[in-house]
Structures are given as C-alpha cells and as structure tokens.
C-alpha cells in the first residue's frame, strides 16, 4: 500500500505561484505513472497533470504553460509547480500513483486562489 502526504497549498492572489509537493512511502522508481488531479467544489475531479516512466508528460490544456511537474528521486517526492494562477484553478489538489495497475491518492491540499 502506497501512502502520500502532500503539502504546500494555501491562499495565493491572482497571478501568483505555488509548489505542491506530494511524499511517497516508497521509492517512485518503481511507479509506472505519478500526477495531480483537481476538484473544484461542484464539479468532477479533473486532472492536471502526468509523468509517465516512460514518454512524454500529459497535462490538461487549461494549465498548459503554466504548470510543469517535476520528480526528486532521492526523496521520493513528485512536485507541481503551479504559475499565473487564476481563480479558476482554486481546487482541491491530489496527488496520485500508479503501481501496476493500482492507482494511490493522496488526501488533497487546498489551493485558493484570490484577492
């Protein structure tokens, strides 16, 4: 069982940046795919980003150029970098793993975006 902790949401004003960062149990060299999807309040979970071990990175268009995920191997540690944030992507944020098949999530961490 894969356990993640995320971290580092919070308020932010339009225009401004933020770290998420979500904590493996484990080592993530073994993780076939590592993302964060997102849930607005009302709407579906929708997802941000993905790296996979292999190939290109996916990310939804809405945050294309403005959100790149990155990896700490060493710390086991997959990190999204969130720029020119707009309200629109005030959401839950949660982290997720796959693992031969099986999909992992994290708790979630508020992000809100406003003035």
């Known amino acids: 069982q894969v356990q993640l902790v995320e971290s580092g949401g919070g308020l932010v004003q339009p225009g401004g940046s933020l770290t998420l960062s979500c904590a493996a149990s484990?080592?993530?060299?073994?993780?076939?795919?590592m993302g964060w999807y997102r849930q607005a309040p009302g709407k579906e979970r929708e997802l941000v980003g993905t790296?996979?071990?292999?190939?290109?990175?996916k990310y939804a268009d809405s945050v294309k150029e403005r959100f790149t995920i990155s990896r700490d191997n060493f710390k086991n540690t997959v990190h999204l970098h969130a720029n020119r944030l707009n309200p629109e992507d005030t959401a839950v944020y949660y982290c997720?793993?796959?693992?031969?098949?099986?999909?992992?999530w994290g708790q979630g961490t508020q992000v809100t975006v406003s003035s």
């Open positions: 790296i996979f071990r292999y190939g290109s990175p």
């Open positions: 997720y793993v796959r693992k031969q098949s099986n999909d992992y």
């Open positions: 484990e080592s993530i060299f073994g993780f076939d795919a």
